[in-house]
């Protein structure tokens, strides 16, 4: 090596190390590193094609020829009329769905078993978007349940609280009630129904929605919407196959209001800091300081501290349907 240049592996290491190697051991690094590079080229391979093959959450790599639908839905909150398991989910968004149509009308139900997600839905609101040209354009929207004004408070987030299966009660009371408190919809974007309505109300679109809770605790949201409010009068043979695009997208929660300092002992808030700095006595921390046993856990910011600031994400699901057309 007198030109000073790196031009073979033997010259790399001889270069870095500034020491000589046996033949044996200079094949042993040798063989290591063409090792390394082999496997670095595998993972860059994988990974090309584990982007090309799977369908994202939300994308537009969903395409689906939805169910005829034989008999009208009636969309009482519940899925009675619907093929059960239901066809499609969001595993990120923790929904399942399915799309049916007649002639005259389009069909989807939302089920939402993770009590999260429930929350998410029941209380920051839901919007479905239809996109009659299959893009992704948030123009005709039906937003049910609306935004629920009245503030959600940090225990209401904890999923090991009112969720407990020993205080299922409390569970399915506070999901009726705000199932209940839900009574208006709006429409943006139709042909002649724009506005606000009641769930009992009548509109011009005869566009009808509800919610309820199934049997197994699960929250069922269905609506119908005619063709005629968005698309054309009914439909026949030539719109077997129209593309459609639909979005469901769950809001997100608004920060939760941390509890008060009022009628604590000593004053501060808790999670705050006590008066001159520096940390509660006990807050947390077993005698001698250090970690608590088990390594934090939910409220050291845990898995139980994930899922909850989960709720303060809005989840997008897109999705691409094709019509069907008598029985096809």
Same mark, same amino acid.
């Given at each position: 090596?007198?030109?000073?240049?790196?031009?073979t592996?033997s010259?790399?290491?001889?270069?870095?190390?500034?020491?000589?190697?046996?033949? =044996?051991?200079?094949?042993?690094?040798?063989?290591?590193?063409?090792?390394?590079?082999?496997g670095?080229?595998?993972?860059? !391979?994988?990974?090309?094609?584990?982007?090309?093959?799977?369908?994202?959450?939300g994308?537009?790599?969903?395409?689906?020829?939805?169910?005829w639908?034989?008999?009208?839905?009636?969309?009482?909150?519940?899925? +009675?009329?619907?093929?059960?398991?239901?066809?499609?989910?969001?595993?990120?968004a923790?929904?399942?769905?399915?799309?049916?149509?007649?002639?005259?009308?389009?069909?989807?139900?939302?089920?939402?078993?993770?009590?999260?997600?429930?929350?998410?839905?029941?209380?920051?609101g839901?919007?479905?978007?239809?996109?009659?040209?299959?893009?992704?354009?948030?123009?005709?929207?039906?937003?049910?349940?609306?935004?629920?004004?009245?503030?959600?408070?940090?225990?209401?987030?904890?999923?090991?609280?009112?969720?407990?299966?020993?205080?299922?009660?409390?569970?399915?009371?506070?999901?009726?009630?705000?199932?209940?408190?839900?009574?208006?919809?709006?429409?943006?974007?139709?042909?002649?129904?724009?506005?606000?309505?009641?769930?009992?109300q009548?509109?011009k679109?005869?566009?009808?929605? &509800? !919610?309820?809770?199934?049997?197994? +605790?699960?929250?069922?949201?269905?609506?119908?919407?005619?063709?005629?409010?968005?698309? &054309?009068?009914?439909? =026949?043979?030539?719109?077997?196959?129209?593309?459609?695009?639909?979005?469901?997208?769950?809001?997100?929660?608004?920060?939760?209001?941390?509890?008060?300092?009022?009628?604590?002992?000593?004053?501060?808030?808790?999670?705050?800091?006590?008066?001159?700095?520096?940390?509660?006595?006990?807050?947390? !921390?077993?005698?001698?300081?250090? !970690?608590?046993?088990?390594?934090?856990?939910?409220?050291?910011?845990?898995?139980?501290?994930?899922?909850?600031?989960?709720?303060?994400?809005?989840?997008?699901?897109?999705?691409?349907?094709?019509?069907?057309?008598?029985?096809?």
């Amino acid at each position: 090596m007198t030109s000073g240049r790196v031009a073979t592996f033997s010259d790399y290491i001889a270069t870095q190390s500034g020491r000589f190697y046996t033949q =044996d051991k200079f094949a042993e690094i040798s063989f290591m590193y063409q090792l390394v590079r082999l496997g670095a080229l595998v993972a860059f !391979m994988v990974a090309i094609v584990s982007c090309g093959a799977t369908k994202k959450t939300g994308s537009h790599q969903q395409e689906n020829t939805i169910i005829w639908q034989v008999n009208p839905i009636v969309v009482d909150g519940n899925n +009675n009329d619907w093929e059960i398991p239901y066809r499609h989910m969001d595993e990120k968004a923790k929904i399942q769905y399915s799309f049916s149509n007649d002639k005259e009308n389009l069909y989807l139900t939302v089920k939402a078993s993770d009590r999260m997600t429930q929350m998410k839905i029941l209380t920051a609101g839901m919007q479905v978007s239809i996109d009659k040209e299959g893009r992704k354009n948030q123009v005709t929207n039906i937003l049910f349940p609306l935004e629920n004004l009245q503030p959600v408070k940090m225990e209401a987030m904890d999923p090991n609280a009112e969720f407990a299966p020993d205080q299922n009660t409390a569970m399915l009371k506070r999901l009726d009630n705000l199932i209940s408190s839900a009574r208006e919809f709006s429409l943006q974007g139709f042909n002649d129904c724009n506005g606000t309505y009641l769930i009992a109300q009548k509109n011009k679109c005869s566009i009808e929605t &509800k !919610m309820g809770v199934d049997q197994n +605790n699960e929250l069922i949201w269905e609506v119908v919407v005619p063709f005629k409010s968005f698309y &054309k009068g009914t439909i =026949d043979s030539s719109d077997l196959g129209k593309l459609f695009s639909v979005c469901i997208e769950i809001n997100a929660l608004k920060k939760p209001e941390m509890p008060s300092s009022q009628g604590l002992p000593g004053g501060p808030s808790r999670g705050g800091m006590p008066p001159g700095g520096g940390m509660p006595s006990g807050a947390g !921390m077993p005698p001698g300081g250090g !970690m608590p046993p088990g390594g934090g856990g939910s409220e050291m910011g845990g898995p139980d501290m994930a899922d909850r600031m989960k709720a303060f994400e809005a989840t997008t699901t897109w999705v691409k349907i094709r019509l069907a057309y008598n029985g096809r």
